[in-house]
Structure formats: C-alpha cells, structure tokens
C-alpha cells in the first residue's frame, strides 16, 4: 500500500522539530560544529530530511532567525512611519536596534553575531537595498539631508557607518568578554549620541522623542 503525502500540519511539526533541534545544538555545541549529519541525529531523521525541508543546511540555520527577525523589521518600519521628523527617526530606530539587542540577546547573537563555519557555505552577496534596517537608515538621512539638518554625503555610505559603529558597540564587550570593556548598554547610549551629533547640522543636540 502506498505511504500517503505527509500533510500541511506534519510538515509543519517535522519542521519545528529540526529547527528545535539545530538550535539546541548550536547553542550547546557552538557554531563550528553545525553539520547536517550531527543535527539530523539530534532530531531523530535523516539526513535527508533536512534537505527535504530546507534545500541545505545553510536554508535551515538561517530558518531559525528569518521568522522573528522578518518581525523585528516589521516593527522597525512601522515605528519609523510614525515619525516625520527624520532626525528623531534616526534616534528612534537606532535606539530600537539597542533594544533588541539587549532583551532578545540570544536571537541578537545567532542573527546579527553569526560567524559562519567553514562548513557552511558562503551564501550569494546582496544588496544592501534588501536590508529592511539599513534602508530605514538611508531613508532617515536622505529625508535629513532633504531638509538641511543633516551633513552631506551618499545616504546609503552614511547609513552603513552609522550602523557598523552602533552595531560594534554591541558586539564588542560580546567578542572581548575578557576585557573590562563598558557594557553594550552604556557603549550603545554613548555611540547613539556621537553619531547623531556627527550627522547632525542645525540640531546637534536632540531631545527624546
């Protein structure tokens, strides 16, 4: 007798299930050791399997971030719709990316601190464009420039320094625990406050809003 299709519903446990398992088995055993054959044994299937419902093992570790990072994103822009003035946008959103980091450290880590293993392979480069974040950025800073209260330059070059100096605030007491390094929270606050008064020209200091 032939075997039946598996339905919506098992297809969607058999998923929840692998992706159960790579997580657990990344945050106990670390990014280096992630292969498809030691995660498959995790979660009881074969190696298959995880082919079957991801196409590659890159497809189901990224799988893991996707879904609440895709929500995050979702977030950031209807935050940013709910301010005009682009400079306390900018705050706005930078301060939320802070947030994130420090109430959601584990998803912060395996989304935005990955370092990717050897065994992984390298994925296709995008654009920065596909970014939800950085365009939120660039859009805070074309509209500041528009309106002549912020400095000059490529909205999109801007938007990526901005983000690697506050996203280094963040990684770094992560990367160098060793070190008595500030914590991210006071880096953070600290980084915040320099890069709005660097882009910043009629209003160096901005008020909360």
Known sequence: MARRPATDVQKKAA???IQKAAASFYAEKG?????ARAIAQQAGVSV???????????????SLWMEPVE????????????IADPVLRLKALLNAYVEVALTRPQLFRG??????PDTLPRPDREPLDGAPFACLLTSAIRDGQALGLMRAGDPRALAQVVWAGLHGCLALPVNFDRLDIAGPA?????MVDVLLRDLSIARPHVADG
């Open 15 to 17: 998923r929840r299930q």
């Open 31 to 35: 990014a280096a050791a992630v292969s």
């Open 48 to 62: 298959g399997k995880i082919y079957a419902h991801f196409g590659s093992l890159q497809g189901l570790m990224q």
């Open 71 to 82: 929500a995050i994103n979702a977030e950031l822009g209807e935050l940013a719709a709910q």
């Open 111 to 116: 989304a935005f601190l990955f370092v990717r």
């Open 186 to 190: 006071t880096l953070a606050a600290d």
